[in-house]
């Protein structure tokens, strides 16, 4: 991001079901604050607010976090961790923001951006995305909005694992086991006609 985004949130002491559904119906989103120190904080946010602010930040964007309690405002250091909907209606029904160490390593998912035009799909094949996220661990201010992952060399029936992806500097992945990211598969007519051919020889040859 080109500058900071600054979200400005009322420091709240009510809670429960009813206190925060008059809060919504105020244009208010309840919400949360909680660092890796252990401070707790509710807030109530201006739904208005909220939105301009996740459309620039994301999940993966530090913001400033401008708690409001009377006349005293704090700032915080915070990344928007979870932000929860409805489960019918378009709206945001609550919010989890979290204060990161800014000097230790946090993990999270980041999605994933394709760049280039595999040679694979020249050729006829079809483009596939087995992952749309990946987890990695960085700095809190050093996490990517997405991760490039250009697939320009791969063939048909080629997979790019996550082993083989060129990642920023500062940025680690997590993973356990070498899975595939992304890959170039033959058309489904294609595959189901290789198929139909192989149990034609197999029936010839019984």
């Not at 160490?101 to 280039?116: A, R, S």
Request: glycine share 6%.
């Amino acid at each position: 991001m080109e500058q900071e985004v600054v979200l400005e949130a009322k420091k709240r002491t009510s809670k429960g079901k009813e206190a925060n559904r008059k809060l919504r119906k105020q244009g208010y989103i309840p919400a949360v604050y909680y660092d890796y120190q252990g401070e707790n904080i509710l807030l109530a946010i201006k739904t208005s607010d909220f939105l301009k602010a996740f459309h620039r930040a994301g999940t993966s964007n530090v913001i400033q976090l401008d708690v409001v309690d009377g006349e005293n405002k704090a700032s915080k250091s915070a990344l928007i961790w979870v932000a929860e909907k409805h489960p019918v209606k378009d709206l945001f029904v609550h919010i989890d923001f979290y204060g990161p160490n800014l000097k230790e390593e946090v993990e999270m998912l980041v999605p994933i951006k394709i760049v280039g035009k595999a040679k694979g799909v020249e050729k006829g094949g079809v483009l596939e995305v087995f992952r749309e996220e990946l987890e990695i661990k960085c700095l809190p201010l050093s996490i990517p909005e997405y991760l490039e992952i250009d697939v320009t060399d791969l063939d048909i029936n080629e997979n790019l694992h996550i082993n083989e992806i060129k990642f920023p500097e500062g940025i680690t992945p997590i993973y356990d086991e070498n899975f595939a990211v992304v890959g170039v598969v033959l058309p489904e007519e294609e595959t189901e006609e290789e198929e139909e051919g192989e149990e034609a020889e197999e029936d010839a040859g019984e």
